[in-house]
């Protein structure tokens, strides 16, 4: 047990607004199958959003809803799925040694809002405010939720950082079974935040929440069209554990975390940086052992506003510039944004190429602007390569987040 | 209120704190908690509900007033009456 152990990924839990698991989502990811719809949000009215369709009383009472959050329903259910698609029984395990990192963009916003609403309908009289508000917003709480509904006595704590916490979650999951902190690591990333209109507003604000006459087309990377993002709930959760044990029980390996890398842009609040991008792609590339043109999958983050899906595309074309069979793909035109869940859900939907050596495609891109001309994009049509070793998945977050990971086949 | 409507609006609260638990078995001389599984954050819930809907303030020493459905009646009818 050390810091060079391999980390393996032997099972996915997910709830994507086009799937309840793995096959049903990548099914839907191959044949175009979007998952935005009209969705209704106090104050704002009808938006666009990317919502799931995923039976919480699956894995939870109807008290555990009403005390708990959506965020933290979201998680038990990602990780309940996880654990039983790794073939692992929870009650034989030694819940001390199985901890739970999962990635957030933001909590806290929906419960807030809801109480803030709340005693407006009261006066705003102070005694109305609810007693679950501070369990329900502190930062952990869907980790936390985690640990109360399966029992999980190891270490569980969220990672924010914006839309790279999918990524982020991974990482820290992969970095404690590396300490030997843990065992099995749940990690992956939540997000909850289509519960309350303030994300919408402020994208609205920023001039960046997509429009379209059609929901199924309003998440459109890459097309010249595109007018900004569809913010969608989800989760995606990972087991993570030790390749030799993986190997020992006989477990399914999805694939092998072979490199990851974190930085910061340092430059802006909002808009993202080519140069530290390329950096945190290459230091993956870096500890991954590999040379760029050894990928064959590179998942982009581009949400479909103007400035970042070109921002994203510099650094792409930099980095793959002499890597000619390597393909890229675009999961949010199917989902919208998924915020924390974003990255974690779009590493799954592509995990299964390993096996069968499609690209799902990017969609809805009618007219393909030209500032995002990456050679090999998969437009609108999955499609078939010779060879999926290595898959690349690429985040970033306001602030100037960047995650990185890189899973090889195994 | 008579003591069979405060009954009722207490069933209606319990229903909405405990949504899994069959509140027409309750018995009205044993503890709500043993009934229902309740812990003091659903206590909390019922003397907000109270305030919610019926405008009833329950200060904490008075809590275990709460205790039964008994006992919650005999409470609370001189304050909903």
């Known amino acids: 047990m050390g810091l060079q152990d391999r980390i393996v990924i032997t099972g996915v839990g997910l709830a994507a607004p086009n799937g309840n698991n793995l096959s049903e989502y990548r099914q839907n990811l191959l044949s175009g199958v979007s998952g935005v719809q009209d969705f209704e949000t106090r104050y704002m009215g009808k938006v666009h959003a990317g919502v799931c369709g995923f039976d919480p009383l699956r894995y939870q009472k109807k008290k555990d809803l009403r005390r708990g959050t959506r965020a933290g329903s979201v998680a038990i259910y990602c990780s309940r799925e996880a654990i039983a698609d790794s073939n692992l029984e929870l009650e034989e395990l030694d819940r001390s040694r199985v901890g739970v990192f999962l990635g957030i963009t933001e909590h806290g916003n929906v419960e807030t809002e809801n109480e803030v609403y709340n005693i407006s309908q009261h006066g705003h009289d102070t005694a109305f405010w609810t007693h679950h508000h501070n369990p329900r917003t502190v930062a952990n709480n869907p980790a936390g939720e985690v640990t109360l509904g399966l029992r999980i006595t190891g270490p569980h704590y969220t990672l924010g950082a914006a839309c790279a916490a999918g ?29 309350t209109f303030g994300i919408f507003a402020s994208f609205k604000a920023q001039g960046a929440l997509a429009v379209h006459e059609d929901p199924t087309q309003a998440s459109r990377p890459y097309d010249v069209d595109r007018n900004g993002i569809v913010v969608s709930e989800g989760g995606c959760v990972y087991v993570l554990e030790r390749f030799e044990h993986a190997q020992a029980r006989g477990a399914k390996i999805y694939g092998e975390v072979a490199g990851y890398a974190m930085n910061s842009d340092a430059s802006d609040f909002v808009l993202p940086l080519p140069e530290r991008q390329i950096e945190c792609m290459r230091l993956a590339l870096d500890r991954a052992g590999i040379e760029p043109n050894q990928v064959d999958i590179v998942n982009t983050h581009a949400t479909a506003t103007k400035l970042g899906d070109i921002q994203e595309s510099l650094a792409v074309k930099e980095v793959f510039r002499d890597a000619p069979t390597t393909y890229f793909n675009n999961t949010k035109s199917f989902i919208g944004h998924a915020m924390g869940a974003a990255a974690a859900l779009e590493l799954a939907g592509n995990l ?33 390569i010779d060879r999926v070793d290595y898959i690349l998945n690429n985040s970033a977050g306001m602030l100037g987040v960047n995650a990185v990971v890189i899973v090889k086949r195994v | 209120m008579t003591k069979e409507e405060i009954r009722a609006a207490i069933i209606d609260i319990l229903n909405d704190i405990a949504p899994d638990e069959d509140t027409s078995t309750i018995q009205d001389d044993v503890s709500l908690r043993d009934q229902l599984g309740l812990d003091s954050m659903d206590f909390l819930d019922i003397v907000m509900e109270l305030r919610k809907r019926h405008n009833v303030e329950v200060p904490s020493p008075d809590y275990p007033q709460l205790a039964t459905m008994d006992s919650c009646l005999e409470y609370l009818h001189p304050k909903m009456g």
Do not use: K, W
């Open chain 1, 167 to 195: 990524n982020t979650g991974i990482i820290s999951g992969v970095q404690m079974l590396r300490l030997g902190e843990v065992d099995y690591a749940l990690a992956g990333g939540i997000s909850e935040s289509i519960h």
């Open chain 1, 352 to 384: 299964p190429a390993f096996n069968d050596r499609i690209v799902h495609p990017t969609i809805n891109v009618n007219n393909l602007d030209p500032e995002c001309g990456i050679t090999n994009l998969v437009l609108n049509e999955a499609r078939e």
